[in-house]
Nanobody
Framework: QVQLVDSGGGLVQPGGSLRLSCAAS????????MGWYRQAPGQQREPVAA???????TYADSVKGRFTISRDNAKNTVNLQMNSLKPEDTAVYYC?????????????WGQGTQVTVSS
């Protein structure tokens, strides 16, 4: 089975930084892309950042210039460096991976890690 474990969330003050990490493991044939979504209470889950196996990155307008996504293809890990955090960044952040396993093309999700930005 394919499993994603995301971690690194916590409580920080506005302007602070956090680094989220996600590791994919299991019977993975190929990883096409990895990324992060976030969801605040009462809100829809929204994409934050993504990176393809070739290194192409995309960011939500709300985080451009503040967040940086990176990956290690050999380790099937993805990271999200979050700087200059704002209260509106408060949400549960979920790792997402577009991959091919023995069961075929699928998308896997991490369990989520809470990020709280508050004074």
């Amino acid at each position: 089975q394919v499993q994603l474990v995301d971690s690194g969330g916590g409580l920080v003050q506005p302007g602070g930084s956090l680094r989220l990490s996600c590791a994919a493991s299991g019977s993975i044939f190929r990883v096409y892309a990895m990324g992060w979504y976030r969801q605040a209470p009462g809100q829809q889950r929204e994409p934050v950042a993504a990176i393809t196996s070739g290194g192409t990155t995309t960011y939500a307008d709300s985080v451009k210039g503040r967040f940086t996504i990176s990956r290690d293809n050999a380790k099937n890990t993805v990271n999200l460096q979050m700087n200059s955090l704002k209260p509106e960044d408060t949400a549960v952040y979920y790792c997402n991976v577009d991959l091919h396993s023995v069961l075929g093309r699928t998308t896997s999700w991490g369990q989520g890690t809470q990020v709280t930005v508050s004074s």
